[in-house]
């Protein structure tokens, strides 16, 4: 059986929002990835399955090794879809800031 995976699964799992914050820079394989973890590497592993079918990873084969990229495309469209709730919650915020700004407490 084959589950599709859901991107916002995936990025609820603080491990997985760290390897993507570690691989946003420059691709990294599987072992330098699991090195800045104290869990098991075949836990990492699982993390980096879970991210490369969400496509928010993309792997390359480079001889034995497999670097692991962020995919800047699939991490737009989380983005995209993110925008309009931090516009909502950013417009709410400078509602309140505003209001606090002119309150004064009744002595």
Not at 22 to 43: E, K, Q
Request: hydrophobic share 40%.
């Amino acid at each position: 059986m084959n589950l599709r995976r859901d991107v916002f699964q995936a990025i609820a799992d603080p491990t997985r929002r760290a390897i993507l914050l570690l691989v946003t820079s420059h691709s990294m394989t599987a072992g330098a990835i699991a090195s800045n973890f104290d869990t098991a590497r075949p836990t990492v592993s699982k993390h980096l399955k879970i991210l490369t079918e969400c496509e928010l990873l993309q792997q390359t084969q480079n001889g034995r090794e497999v670097h692991y990229t962020i995919n800047a495309e699939r991490m737009r469209e989380v983005a995209e879809f993110i925008e309009p709730f931090i516009k909502m919650w950013d417009d709410r915020f400078n509602k309140l800031e505003d209001i606090m700004k002119n309150y004064k407490p009744e002595n």
